[in-house]
């Protein structure tokens, strides 16, 4: 059977991963996953699709909420919710929120590493995104993820495309929240719904990949011949889609472990839509 190999979160969009033993599935995906994000100065926000340096932003667990480390940066402490004393309005592709705003001494921080005047926001609970894909409900909620609150990807996905590729890539390279083993490859496409650990989500629709899967999260350097992502377009293109992942909508509540048995419970006979 399917089980869990890893999980990770995402505290800061687009930045470095915290790879974790357990998490929470809340309704917007996993506890503390994307509910930071770094925004320009017009409040559009900011990705490694345009600032590739954001892979070396790196979160770990600490004392008192999140150290974050950056190349020729101090530590920076972030609380692991931000109070709501400051606002501002950002957008996250379609979508228009009035956020909180970390204060000027935070912002300094990510400003002086990525050289351009941005700002830090959080998601409170009461501050609310739908997610977007037809193939959700109307009361489906997400973070500041890009659309979707859980990504799963079988580690047999990723060795039958490095089979292909002319130098390996890590998983990191596809952001997963969750990473399934005993599976064949691309198994992942035929699920239409998974029971993992206390929690059940339907496996809603395929994750089309962008170019930040070509950037290397350690040296934060674009791949030059645009890989994985040029091996990828020659067998997993459906449409403008280029498809590596599946993306979940949490339908049961509760904790999902490293480890814990993904209990495929309704397979899908038909091709996921794609966004």
């Known amino acids: 059977m399917p089980a869990v190999s890893e999980i990770h979160v995402y505290p800061i969009k687009s930045c470095r991963g915290v790879p974790v033993d357990a998490a929470v599935v809340g309704p917007r995906g996993l506890e503390g996953d994307r509910r930071y994000m770094l925004v320009d100065a017009r409040g559009r926000f900011l990705s490694q699709r345009e600032q590739p340096r954001m892979a070396q932003i790196s979160m770990a667990f600490g004392e008192h909420g999140y150290d974050v480390t950056a190349p020729g940066q101090a530590q920076l402490t972030l609380p692991r919710e931000l109070p709501v004393t400051r606002e501002c309005e950002v957008r996250v592709w379609r979508d228009t929120l009035v956020v909180a705003l970390a204060d000027a001494g935070v912002n300094r921080w990510f400003s002086d590493f990525l050289g351009l ?52 890539v890590a998983m990191r390279r596809f952001r997963p929240n969750i990473v399934v083993t005993a599976t064949a490859p691309y198994a992942e496409d035929g699920w239409a719904r998974v029971a993992v650990g206390e929690a059940e989500f339907d496996v809603a ?71």
């Open 117 to 168: 005047d941005c700002g830090l926001v959080y998601m409170a609970d009461t501050q609310h995104r739908a997610v977007g894909n037809p193939a959700a409900a109307f009361d489906d909620e997400v973070s500041f993820a890009d659309g979707a609150p859980v990504l799963m990807i079988s580690q047999a996905s990723l060795d039958d495309l490095n089979a292909r590729l002319p130098e390996q």
């Open 205 to 275: 629709w395929s994750c089309a990949r962008c170019i930040i899967t070509t950037i290397d999260p350690e040296t934060a350097q674009k791949d030059p011949a645009g890989e994985p992502l040029a091996t990828l377009r020659g067998y997993r293109r459906l449409g403008t889609g280029i498809l590596f992942g599946q993306n979940l909508l949490p339908r049961k509540l509760g904790i999902v472990r490293v480890g814990d048995a993904v209990g495929v419970t309704e397979k899908s006979s038909e091709a996921k839509p794609v966004k």
